[in-house]
């Protein structure tokens, strides 16, 4: 038996605390020697990367399937990667007892110089991400391509890949290993991804079933899963090991390894795009009001992207349990929402308060139609 194989394990749920190991130009030889000795048992690797923010497509999308591909293409294309971040474990669910298991790659960037938004500048710093030493340590792309190329990381079976909405991921990662910006296809897109991580699982795209978190983020999943964070949010290393651990536990816990459907598929492109009954209000904001999308800065379209669907949620249950007159009193909420919207820095929004309106229209008008029936069966059964 190998010494490898000798060595004490631990089941990743037990793991209460580990060492993340930051790789930086000095050490990024040794690190990575280390990783490919121990992909030989544990062959499941978790994959997260921090990048300068979304940027702007400088064109129209006439389909909305395509619409998140070409925006990762172009944002991608234009832009530095600034970490990648990286656990294993093996197919049981355990990583080492006595070693790291996650390292998070950190590369040259100049805030100065490099292309970044301000938003995202402020996020990751906030997070404890050093650019003074990415600037003075950082990895060089070129290096790391021409080393992560020569070895058993890519191009190999036996592993198995897991992101969270992984298509930022693959993208920046392909396309240094590539050496050139990624196909402007999504077809196209899956062919090189498949050539490069033959088994990919995308955890967005396997609980795109899952009513009570499909459109939930990383964190409200993994606590949704009860599943603990170890190390910063916005960090690579801490964002892969959560990754890691919502991924097992939607494994052994939830979907039962009832997944072979959903392999190789990226949550948002091409196969991958889902259209939930929430998601269709911001696909349609998106689409029918591109530019005005377009000119929002980063933290409206997070905002856009994050906190409508939930919204939309919320408004929708929450009409579908009132009674018609309750009804009548959120569609005047909504409407003075409407009319003071500029009033609360909102006037991007009014298409979505447009669309609620409307569901709160369609919401009232039927509940007096049931209300209307309910006094007319209690009138013609008083007069009998």
């Known amino acids: 038996m190998s010494q490898q194989g000798t060595r004490k394990k631990l089941k990743l749920k037990e793991v209460k605390t580990t060492q993340i190991i930051d790789v930086w130009q000095d050490n990024f030889e040794k690190e990575l020697c280390e990783i490919i000795k121990l992909i030989e048992e544990y062959k499941i690797i978790a994959l997260d990367t921090e990048f300068p923010g979304i940027q702007q497509l400088p064109y129209k999308v006439s389909h909305e399937k395509d619409f998140e591909f070409k925006l990762i293409r172009e944002s991608v294309k234009n832009s530095k990667i600034i970490q990648i971040g990286i656990s294993l474990a093996n197919e049981d669910g355990e990583v080492p007892a006595d070693r790291p298991f996650t390292w998070q790659f950190n590369f040259n960037f100049d805030e100065e110089n490099d292309q970044i938004k301000q938003e995202s500048l402020d996020l990751l710093k906030n997070a404890g991400i050093d650019f003074k030493e990415l600037k003075k340590r950082g990895i060089s792309r070129e290096q790391f391509s021409d080393l992560v190329s020569e070895s058993d990381i890519i191009l190999n079976e036996e592993l198995t890949w897991i992101v969270f909405h992984g298509g930022f991921d693959f993208a920046y990662l392909l396309q240094m290993l590539y050496g050139s910006p990624i196909p402007d296809s999504s077809s196209s897109f899956y062919n090189l991804l498949k050539s490069f991580f033959p088994n990919v699982y995308d955890v967005k795209y396997l609980i795109k079933d899952l009513q009570y978190m499909k459109d939930s983020g990383l964190n409200k999943v993994a606590q949704e899963l009860k599943v603990d964070r170890i190390g910063p949010q916005h960090q690579a290393g801490s964002d892969s090991l959560l990754t890691l651990g919502v991924f097992f536990k939607l494994r052994d816990d939830v979907l039962q390894q009832k997944m072979k459907k959903s392999i190789n598929v990226i949550y948002g492109i091409g196969e991958g795009f889902i259209v939930s009954k929430t998601k269709d209000y911001l696909q349609h904001y998106k689409l029918k009001y591109h530019q005005q999308y377009q000119d929002m800065d980063y933290t409206h379209q997070n905002f ?57 229209e369609l919401n009232m008008m039927q509940g007096h139609k049931n209300m209307d029936a309910i006094y007319k069966k209690k009138y013609s059964s008083a007069k009998m």
């Open 304 to 360: 856009m992207n994050q906190q409508m669907p939930n919204m939309t949620d919320y408004f929708e249950q929450m009409f579908t349990n009132m009674n018609p007159f309750q009804q009548f009193s959120a569609h005047k909420i909504i409407q003075n929402l409407s009319n003071h919207q500029n009033n609360m820095q909102m006037g991007y929004y009014s298409p979505f308060f447009n669309i609620m309106q409307q569901q709160a």
